[in-house]
């Protein structure tokens, strides 16, 4: 029996982030958008100058029976630098910041218990990620969505997105489609 719930993660630039999620089992309707910020409906352009205060990241809908919201945080963190500020690469401003947004308190409660987890286990730098409350979400633009499977072929997609999907590939391979 299906128990779709929805997620919201934000790990830097969007495309990088719906790249992996889109290969994981029991994940669906992935959007690229914005979060966090503070005006309605904000443009790509208005959101790459840093003004509006939103991150780029993605909501997903995801199937809790074939696939956990800790799984999901595994890859997250797994997938991205959650100890760099403002900062995924040469991806540099606030709109590249790490966030969860969770729905619920349990979503809350899992994500703090796997940041202190990794604090303690996996990273020596400080986790950065930011865990707030769901916020509204933008849609980005429509040629940001899907935007790997479009243009792999595009520099910034080999030096930057391939290699997150190869680690996904290579460590998660329980969890992928």
Same mark, same amino acid.
């Given at each position: 029996m299906?128990?779709?719930?929805i997620?919201?993660f934000a790990g830097?630039? =969007?495309?990088?982030?719906?790249?992996v999620?889109?290969?994981? &089992?029991? %994940?669906?309707?992935?959007?690229?958008?914005y979060?966090?910020?503070?005006?309605?409906? *904000?443009?790509? &352009?208005?959101v790459?100058?840093? &003004?509006?205060?939103?991150?780029?990241?993605?909501?997903?809908v995801?199937?809790?029976?074939? #696939?956990?919201?800790?799984?999901?945080?595994?890859v997250?963190?797994?997938?991205?630098? *959650?100890t760099?500020?403002n900062r995924?690469?040469?991806d540099v401003?606030?709109?590249? &910041?790490?966030?969860?947004?969770?729905?619920?308190?349990?979503?809350?409660?899992?994500?703090?218990?796997? #940041?202190?987890?990794l604090q303690?286990?996996?990273?020596?730098? *400080? #986790? %950065?990620?930011e865990?707030?409350p769901?916020?509204? =979400?933008?849609?980005? @633009? @429509?040629?940001?969505q899907?935007y790997?499977?479009?243009?792999s072929?595009?520099?910034y997609?080999s030096? %930057?997105?391939?290699?997150?999907?190869a680690?996904?590939?290579?460590y998660?391979?329980?969890?992928?489609?």
């Open positions: 299906k128990k779709e719930k997620a919201y830097g630039c =969007f495309w990088c982030t719906e790249a999620f889109q290969r994981l &089992r029991g %994940v669906s309707n992935i959007v690229s958008g979060m966090g910020g503070n005006i309605k409906n *904000p443009a790509y &352009r208005e790459c100058s840093g &003004r509006t205060g939103h991150a780029e990241g993605i909501r997903f995801y199937d809790s029976s074939i #696939i956990s919201y800790k799984d999901l945080l595994y997250f963190f797994a997938t991205h630098d *959650p760099t500020l995924q690469g040469n401003g606030t709109q590249y &910041r790490s966030a969860i947004f969770y729905t619920d308190e349990e979503q809350h409660k899992i994500a703090e218990a796997m #940041i202190n987890e303690t286990s996996t990273f020596d730098a *400080p #986790i %950065v990620t865990l707030l769901e916020m509204p =979400f933008y849609s980005a @633009e @429509e040629e940001h899907n790997y499977n479009q243009h072929d595009q520099m997609c030096y %930057v997105i391939s290699p997150k999907v680690k996904l590939t290579q998660f391979k329980h969890l992928l489609n």
